[in-house]
């Protein structure tokens, strides 16, 4: 390998550059100007490429420099200040990286897994649970009686649509596999997937799970035990887990503090990590608890890891602290006169809410715009003139 490198020296160069060139956190640069940790868990692993293309580019060196490396103590400190330029990011980043002690997937591997019936069939949400269950089902063995399939048509050999297929194509496919006495369990449904499914097939909800099946055909239902969900979100809370590809996880914690929500009721993790808080949050809203659901969004917007959540969860905490916000103000006593300032303060917290990734949030403007009618409230211009250039709509609430 190293004579094929020596006689292709200067192609072998440009590859390295190249590879270097086309990796993503340099076209991140290029094609995006936003960041956050998320992205950079993602590109450490393509990294991976230049890292190995810089590995062969010091073994090039060093294998052609090696009738001189004899004699010369330049080129030995040279050569072994390049190993120790690649190793010592390597070395040093190691136990960050290492998740032999991260119980995280194991857990969830054992709360999908185990209460899955003898020989059933579990369709795969999406990525956030594909490496977990398919790594612990197809390369460890466990639950190797369990079939797994994807819910979006790919990745999975037994497919039984393709990715692209029309809803009626996969419906007839998933209508076979119902009739041949199987079931279809998932614990979360994608939409074009549940678009697919027969509104006749024999629908069951219970513990977590949904399961599908012929209308006759009995099958076992399975049941997560609410314990071991408890014990998820302590070692979560505790810290125990690592925060490592963090952004998938939050989706997987999240299904697990609905579920313990509905079961239970509270747990501290509610009031720690903020994908739980917003939901929680809103399930006081819902039972009328005004000022302790105002509490939590506000927390939610002055948390450090607030940029990472999606849009649609930025815009739901502040349309949300907006309604609730107001709905206190007109509980307390008093006139307009004495709300005036209230309603003035949150304005100034919802109104960053309007630009959001790059664009006017027409919805809340108009929401806005709305309680603006309802009551008169003078909004001074100081508050939203710097929005102006951003979000021209609100010209109409001054």
Known sequence: MFLIIQKNEKRCSISIVYAFLSSSVILKLFYRNEYNPHHW?????????????????????????????????????????????????????YEEHNLKKDSFPEDVMDLILNPLPLGSSYFVHGSEEFGILAYANLVEGKRSDVKLYSQNGVLFGNRLFYAGSSKEKTQNHLSQFLESGD????????????????????????????????????????????????????????????????????????RFCRLYMRDQGYHPVFDTDPTCMLHYALQLKQKGMIKESEERMKKLIANPDYHLFDLTEEIAIFRNLLHLSVERVNRLPGGLNEKLLKYREILKIVLPGTIINRQCHNELIEEIILIKKQIEVKISENIIKPFYGKCPKLEKIR
Not at 62 to 67: A, D, E, H, L, P
């Open 41 to 93: 868990e993602i590109h450490q692993t393509f990294n991976l490429v230049p890292i190995v293309m810089l590995c062969l580019d010091v073994s090039r060196t060093v294998y052609s420099g090696k009738s001189k490396l004899r004699n010369d103590y330049g080129k030995w400190c040279e050569a072994i200040g390049g190993i120790f330029a690649v190793l010592w990011p390597l070395l040093n980043n």
């Open 183 to 254: 079931a279809i369990y998932a614990m979360e449904l994608r939409p074009e997937f549940k678009a697919s499914l027969d509104p006749n097939w024999s629908l069951v909800e219970t513990g977590g799970f949904r399961m599908f099946k012929s209308v006759g055909v009995l099958k076992k239902v399975p049941n997560i035990n609410i314990d071991a969900v408890k014990m998820l979100l302590d070692r979560w809370n505790w810290g125990i887990h690592g925060i490592r590809w963090w952004k998938f996880r939050r989706v997987l914690l999240l």
